[in-house]
């Protein structure tokens, strides 16, 4: 059993031990963010800033909650677009959280939340190509695969392919 749970102030320093936590399996997938990150001060900005971001209807943050009331990751919708009522999510799952589910239902909580209260009709997501488990995740959740972008994202001074995922809502 897991909950989405939108981010706020409140939440920054059990965010930043979890960030902390996870560093390096974080950065076997995404680029790193760079040692200034982990800081309490700078979280805490990343949260205004999301949160300046929802009040223009850009960026949703939500944090994945386990049973035990712990941070098991963290689920995005961004990139909003109201004339086309599309978005993208991004989603990251802490190492002790991996293989249980946790992705794939934060990942239908997302997609239920993006239909019912962000009122979108579609959403996209980007995976390196070679994080198979992500697309398994999306696939799961009715996201079909539309598109390879070659040499599309920058990982640790390479350029490497995205698979581009879609599904409608509605």
């Known amino acids: 059993m897991i909950f989405l749970s ?13 960030e902390k936590e996870n560093r390096l399996y974080f950065e076997q997938y995404v680029p790193s963010r760079g040692d200034a990150y982990y800081s309490v001060d700078f979280i805490i900005a990343s949260i205004l800033q999301m949160k300046e971001s ?4 850009e960026y949703y943050m939500y944090l994945i ?3 035990n009331e712990e941070i ?25 959280h991996t293989g249980l589910g946790y992705a794939s239902k934060a990942v239908e909580l997302i997609t239920r939340e993006a239909k019912e209260v962000l009122g979108l009709n579609c959403l996209k997501a980007l995976t390196m190509s070679f994080n198979d488990a992500s697309g398994k995740v999306l696939k ?3 996201f079909i695969e ?7 994202l920058l ?4 350029k490497y392919d995205a698979m581009v995922f879609c599904k409608k809502l509605y």
């Not at 939108?6 to 979890?18: H, I, M, Q, S, V």
């Not at 098991?72 to 002790?96: C, D, K, Q, S």
């Open 146 to 152: 539309k598109e390879k972008m070659e040499k599309h």
């Open 140 to 142: 799961k959740n009715g």
């Open 155 to 158: 990982f640790n001074g390479d």
């Open 54 to 57: 929802r009040s223009y209807d």
């Open 72 to 96: 098991a990751g963290r689920i995005n919708v961004y990139n909003i677009n109201r004339e086309t009522l599309t978005g993208e999510i991004g989603y990251r799952i802490g190492e002790n």
């Open 65 to 67: 909650i386990d049973k």
């Open 6 to 18: 939108e981010l706020t102030g409140r939440d920054a320093e059990k965010l930043l031990n979890f």
